[in-house]
């Protein structure tokens, strides 16, 4: 087979899986059940345990050879009631505004904590405060998210800081509680929860986060004059419970003792309905199967399909993973994730040696008539990275990130804020980084790689009927 | 100065853009505003008064140097009350579906029409039935949008046709009435409605939408047996209106006599809120003036930012705008037109000689940061199309293409569906390109145009406080 031929079959063959999957996914209609009938799924709740339950029929149905439950102990976080109010100066009654609670936090045993609120715009003006400023006070961190960076994945590394930092810091200096401005580009009052752990060296305070529009409405208020909160809540762990990975796999027709793992996560945060975080990466990564399988692909290396338990507050599924792995010697060629959004897909973030990037790279012209263009950033993905400490190379799926960060780890993380296309796109790209990867390694150049970029469907390949 | 400082310039320039828009952008809110405090607003009507008006209002806030109002005359189409329900085999009575008339057509004059439903999935089959199974019956077109086109325009360009065609058919072979299915990518039941035009030959006929559930169980029951429908409705074409396109104008410096055109249209169907058509362009459009005025950006050429009317039931505006460049020999570089939504910008399509195409691909580095790297396709839009027919060259701003048909033309066309980083986004690189074009004209060629396509930000350009 010649060059051109060669690339052609390619192109045909992404051409091909876009086709099943815009006209046949199965993807949408999966999401919405996993939305609309399980509901978010955090970590040890018995909706996590139906979301198992379901992931093993559909990945089963999907066509897998094989689907296998991995065992994984999650930590169960239970949030409880929680409530928190302001009085601002020259009111005489509290007034409660919309809040959540971060993640893995503690609460404040349902007792009612009332101190006065000190803001802080960030952390360098918090370390200047005095000790006195700080020891009893509701610390507020109303550290903003920066809207100018075009992508909001840098804004939420920047900002992402505070949900896990502000807590640390100030109970180190004895404050009694902690509220930050939510990690969240919304125009909205949606507040955003989120993991956070505690250093071993201090006592837990509690600590909330509140949406943008009351966070406005709080700093502005406290620049005004003296603020003071009230905080209730019986947030808590409550110890671990056995879960599980869900593991699909088609076996390798050449090398089946060779890897190739792609996957989300499916536990979400126990508000919304984990559409986008990451219900649309499990319905992708069952998509993947369902189209090798419908186009009759029979992958060299073995698909490993995963769904991971436990991303949000643990990891616990990544871990286990890798644990697995190591243990079982299992040589992984790549891992990719995707858990960015079922957004329309721009690229393809790779964490791996520069000669392998080349590779991925070189099929750059195959991915643009799906709208995929973006191999320069670096990002993996959190269930992978385990698996990446390991030495295997990693890539995780860069949909659009405009619209993530409005919607991340909120109520309004729901099925109506994830449109068909984009999500079944996200498959498409998927599943034809799969199908190259698997056949032709990461050692390989695709030859016509100096292709001048052009975004259409080479005209020979478009349908007429 | 030499060239890597003139690039860097340019670069420079851009961020400063996108800042100023990211940052301090009213475009969203100009949304808000025209969506919920106007609505939508078909031309003729109060609505489409009251959105000149603010229009102007918006144009000189933005700091326009002059901002004047071009009289259109416009047709002005009324819906009034419509109504479709079926009978389906076996069943005793009518059941009343969801339904938007075309645009532009007739009704039955408020009268019931009754008629057997005739089923064809296209135009195709419609030609092979005989003369009796068409005469005083209602057809109904199936012709599905094809989801298997990556880029939804192409399908809009091939599904489109038959909210055109398929009423004039039917009309010129003596059938009652036409039914289409949408013309929609939507998992839902949403009508889309949209212009359409009788040929002088033809007796027009009442011809209406059904969305795609509706349309699916038509097809299902007219393959099981005989169904009857009972059309009613009073839409009518209710003479001309006079109406403006708003302009406004930034003079320029060095060649006030030469003008550089951007625009949406402010005129919507008569559903929704003409969120997305084409508020979101009005808003940008704006957007740009602002911006240009806020960092101080002198052009040499004169901008011209235009609101036009009537875009969708007749394009007068466009036609007024360009008789009026003609009547007053005018001399256009370029007009630029953003009417494809408010989402993720993804590139510019160019319709102008293939040297003046390789100038603005010579940007691509700098719009590669934003989003954009798209430059390949050849749209421009329907408001500048009379332009271009007297020989201007033209631009269309491509958004990322997958939820457009989902919601145009419906009442699903609301400002919550349009993302406020998305938006401003296109602002950003609408601007930008008005910035290059301006600077340099069409016959330069950006000493740095082939750097490596590197979708990251320059490093010395981020950030870090």
Known sequence: MGTASYAQSDS?????????????????????????????????????????????????????????????????WIRG???????????????????LAIGNTVGTDNKLLEAPVVLVKDIEEFKNLPDDAVKGKIIFFNYRFRQDLVNTFEGYGDAGRYRWLAPNMAAARGAAAVIIRSVSTGVDD????????????????????????????????????????????????????RSYNVIGEI??????????????????WDVGEGAMDDGAGCVQTIEIVRTM?????????????????NEENGLK???????????????????????????????????????????????????????????????????????????????GLLPDPQRYFDLHHTRADVFENINHRELKLCAVSLTGLVYLVDKYGLGHIDPLSDTPINSNVPHSLKKTN
Chains 1, 2 share one sequence.
């Open 190 to 241: 949606q507040p955003h929860t989120g993991s956070m752990r505690y250093a071993d060296t201090v006592k837990p305070i509690p600590a909330v986060a509140i949406g943008n529009t009351t966070a406005d409405i709080l700093e502005k208020k406290c620049k005004e004059g003296a603020v003071s909160a009230q905080m209730q809540s019986n947030c808590h762990m409550a110890g671990t419970v």
């Open 317 to 395: 599924g990544g871990l286990a993973y890798a644990d697995s792995a190591r243990a079982h010697n299992e040589k992984h060629m790549i891992a990719i994730e995707t858990d960015a959004g079922g957004f329309s897909p721009r690229g393809f973030g790779l964490d791996m040696k520069e000669s392998k990037k080349e590779t991925i790279r070189s099929y750059r012209h195959l991915f643009l008539p799906y709208g995929v263009y973006d191999f320069e950033h670096d990002e993996g993905g959190a269930d992978i990275s385990p698996l990446h400490r390991m030495g295997v190379p990693v890539a």
């Open 293 to 309: 399988k419908a186009l009759g692909i029979r992958p060299k290396h073995t698909i490993r399909a995963v769904l991971f338990m």
């Open 81 to 99: 009631q929680e409530k928190l109010a302001f009085r601002y100066r020259g009111e005489k009654s509290f007034k409660e505004v919309n809040v």
């Open 12 to 76: 045909i063959m992404l051409r091909n899986i876009s086709d099943e999957v815009m006209l046949h996914g199965t993807c949408y209609e999966n999401l919405r059940y996993l939305c609309k009938k399980i509901g978010n799924r955090l970590s040890g709740t018995p909706q996590a345990a139906r979301a198992v339950t379901w992931g093993e029929k559909a990945m089963t149905e999907a066509g897998a050879d094989k689907v296998w439950l991995q065992p994984v102990d999650v930590p169960f």
């Open 251 to 268: 076996t390798g027709s050449e090398h089946p003792e060779t890897y190739i793992t792609v996957g989300g996560h499916l536990d979400s």
